[in-house]
């Protein structure tokens, strides 16, 4: 009897400090998702962390174990001694918008939000907004007092996880231009990691996609480091070195001030690649006319010629290509300032307006914050020469700009390519970046950013043999993790060779086409590349969006295969990949269509070899099934448009 009374004091002494220990704890609007605010000492004082839940099924899931919080500024800590004030009610975010481009057009902002409020051991406060979203969780720091300008030394933000739960990290790099690498248990690597990170939970029930959102000039883009504790991704500032050491790492703060968003997307794989809480979360557009904002495909010499630009007549030839393929833009890469063999520069823009195509150009991004000379150089890099080089490029009939190589996410940075942004958007310029940081919102703040590089891209033929063995199996986490979180210039679709084979079959590369969104997608092969193809491959890509109003993920898994379909309109296209090394038969539903209409499918899948396509032809509704035959690392291609 005594036993038993010990036992439920024990119990009722438990239930005391957890309830003690949990101060808030909150849902999405759907019920599925949970975030809970836990003291780590079990007390109003001290240090504090999330945990995230995750429910479906009637089965939830330890989404994320525990998120540490804090900050710690050159004058003060807010991390260690904590107190918890209050905690507001929560509170609906509810907010339709429309898109010009990305994987959906019309987007949803709804989630509950709570802000949890807290003051140091010297009375400074800070504020903790969270909010709960059908799609994932997002929370940032807010410190509400007025005046004061101070550098953040650290931010303390970690995400832990289960060893045993699998995750998919691209190791940190600059340019963002890595592999991803799938771990767990005794397998896992300590360094520092790019972003977005993916994570399926032990159970497999759940995944989370770990990312950043609406960063401004107000602090510096951060990464992973998993260095201290293997399963534990802290927030880190860039590395001294970066940008050729240029500029500060840690960031210099005005109050009041709110941080970037801290984002993790999660739920199912469907959830995950149809998210765009990225961008949901990030600033309203601040380009009021976006009629000139227009996506589409692009034609590029580089990869087949990595100085074609400074030839003229093949610049002249992939103007053609773009005129005979009906797309609507011509890229000229670096180099066009040395422009010969039959013309120059403004010849060139002379000649590709009069095909009825619009030309983009390359530019450095200069300084000395990269070692790329390349030409031409620094016509960018204040807002004098940027002003000076738009008014001459909307003159000349430019409809946008590439900007390369800039090396570093520090603060200065940010600033840079936000200012560039900010000019641009006065003179109607569309504008690209690479050798740049992965997404980060930006595109609904700033619709005329119409795609980004970070990513290891069909650039990579040129450089060396890694791709041609690597591509299958990247190319099928991708949809999974880079290209969730915005436009991703892959630079794909590519049936000839470059200075390096791919071993992709034909099949696979017409599917990257639908695969991998950017709004402006540049189609790397040579002319003859395209030419060659038979009528409905040709016809495929002619009629193919760059931009979408629906996304779904049919079927798949990071790293094994991937089929996605995308909507514009009233029709749907579909792209489906294989990384294995054996052939094998899949079955497609095809659910997503809208049901009691009857659909024309034209199916471009593998043919007898990996340079043959087999063209079908079916009449489908969304009962459909269909059955397609993959080459190994093969894949297939389809449009679905409603029988009239």
């Not at 525990?66 to 918890?84: E, V």
């Not at 802290?234 to 941080?259: C, H, Q, V, Y």
């Not at 000649?351 to 000379?373: D, E, F, R």
């Not at 079908?616 to 397609?628: C, G, N, R």
Request: aromatic content about 12%; charged content about 20%; some cysteine.
């Amino acid at each position: 009897m005594r036993f038993s009374n010990f036992y439920f004091a024990c119990c009722l002494l438990a239930c005391s400090v957890t309830a003690q220990a949990q101060k808030l704890t909150f849902n999405s609007p759907n019920q599925k998702i949970s975030v809970a605010l836990h003291s780590e000492q079990g007390t109003d004082q001290g240090s504090w962390y999330l945990k995230v839940f995750f429910t479906d099924s009637g089965r939830t899931t330890e989404a994320v174990s525990r998120i540490d919080l804090g900050l710690s500024r050159a004058d003060q800590d807010f991390a260690k001694a904590l107190r918890f004030l209050k905690a507001a009610k929560p509170k609906p975010i509810t907010e339709q918008y429309t898109a010009v481009h990305g994987k959906r057009s019309q987007c949803s902002n709804s989630a509950n939000e709570v802000t949890a409020y807290f003051e140091n051991g010297s009375k400074a406060k800070l504020n903790l907004i969270v909010r709960a979203y059908n799609d994932g969780v997002t929370f940032r720091y807010e410190f509400p007092e007025k005046g004061g300008t101070f550098v953040i030394k650290d931010e303390y933000t970690a995400y832990s996880f289960a060893d045993d739960a699998i995750r998919w990290l691209e190791k940190w790099n600059p340019a963002n231009e890595g592999l991803y690498t799938a771990m767990s248990g005794d397998k896992l690597q300590q360094q520092e990691w790019c972003y977005p990170a993916l994570f399926n939970s032990s159970n497999k029930a759940c995944w989370v996609l770990l990312h950043e959102a609406d960063l401004d000039r107000n602090y510096c883009g951060t990464k992973l480091s998993n260095v201290a504790e293997k399963s534990k991704y802290k927030l880190s500032f860039p590395n001294p070195k970066d940008g050729r050491g240029m500029g500060e790492s840690a960031p210099t703060i005005t109050l009041p001030w709110k941080s970037p968003w801290r984002v993790m997307i999660l739920g199912n794989l469907q959830d995950v690649v149809a998210s765009t809480l990225t961008d949901d979360v990030s600033t309203p557009s601040v380009v009021a006319n976006t009629s000139w904002i227009k996506p589409g495909l692009v034609s590029w010499n580089y990869w087949s010629s990595n100085h074609g630009t400074k030839d003229y007549k093949i610049v002249t030839a992939f103007a053609d290509l773009a005129a005979e393929m009906n797309w609507p833009y011509t890229l000229l890469d670096w180099e066009w300032d040395s422009m010969t063999n039959g013309g120059n520069m403004e010849d060139a823009l002379k000649y590709i307006l009069s095909k009825g195509v619009k030309p983009l150009m390359w530019y450095n991004s200069g300084g000395n914050h990269t070692w790329v000379s390349s030409t031409p150089k620094d016509r960018m890099l204040t807002h004098e020469n940027r002003v000076a080089e738009f008014t001459k490029l909307k003159k000349l009939g430019v409809a946008g700009v590439k900007i390369d190589f800039f090396e570093s996410e520090k603060q200065d940075m940010i600033k840079y390519y936000l200012d560039i942004l900010d000019d641009a958007a006065k003179y109607e310029m569309m504008v690209y970046f690479h050798g740049c940081l992965v997404p980060r919102g930006w595109a609904r703040t700033y619709p005329h950013l119409m795609t980004y590089e970070a990513v290891r891209g069909a650039e990579w033929y040129n450089n060396g043999p890694d791709l041609t063995t690597t591509a299958p199996e990247h190319n099928t986490i991708l949809p999974f993790t880079r290209n969730v979180v915005g436009s991703m210039d892959y630079t794909p679709v590519t049936f000839t060779n470059s200075q390096f084979a791919h071993i992709t079959s034909f099949g696979h590369e017409l599917a990257l086409a639908v695969l991998f969104e950017s709004a402006l997608q540049h189609l790397a092969d040579r002319p003859e590349g395209y030419y060659q193809l038979p009528a409905a491959a040709k016809f495929f890509l002619r009629d193919l969006p760059a931009s979408w109003d629906d996304t779904k993920l049919v079927d798949g898994y990071p790293g094994r295969d991937v089929v996605m379909a995308r909507r514009k309109g009233t029709n749907w296209y579909l792209g489906g990949i294989s990384a294995g090394n054996r052939e094998r038969g899949k079955k497609v539903k095809l659910s997503f269509l809208q049901s009691g209409v009857q659909y024309k499918l034209t199916l471009i899948a593998d043919g007898k070899h990996d340079r043959e396509f087999n063209v079908q032809y079916h009449k489908v509704t969304a009962e459909s099934e269909i059955d397609v035959w993959l080459l190994r690392r093969g894949g297939f291609a389809a449009s679905i448009t409603p029988v009239q």
